[in-house]
């Protein structure tokens, strides 16, 4: 998934380098892989230098599937690039925020 990811037990899920349509399968599997490791989902996304509506999707679908699971699900941090994108697509940035840490 662009240009490096880490998922490691008990810390953030660290994205970095592009996140699109070219990738999504990929970014799919690690955000799975994420929601299996244990009841909260954090991610870090402040490394991400570059995203389309797919990864938006996907970002979406993960807090969806998290949240509906009981999980929690937060953000640690958004790059620009994402808020650039969320913003030309009229996608309130407190929806991907919503819920964050409370499982609602």
Do not use: Y
């Not at 970095?16 to 892989?33: D, F, M, R, V, Y």
């Not at 490394?47 to 937060?74: H, M, N, P, W, Y």
């Not at 790059?79 to 991907?96: D, R």
């Amino acid at each position: 998934m662009g240009d490096s990811t880490t998922i490691n037990e008990g810390s953030p899920v660290s994205l970095a380098g592009e996140w699109n349509i070219g990738n999504a399968e990929e970014s799919h599997q690690l955000l799975t892989q994420a929601l299996e490791r244990g009841p909260d989902v954090t991610l870090d996304l402040a490394g991400v230098t570059a995203c389309d509506t797919a990864a938006l999707q996907l970002l979406c679908s993960l807090r969806k599937t998290a949240i509906e699971r009981g999980q929690r699900f937060s953000i640690a941090a958004l790059s620009p690039a994402i808020v650039e994108i969320a913003a030309a697509l009229g996608l309130p940035l407190s929806e991907l925020m919503e819920g964050a840490g409370d499982g609602l």
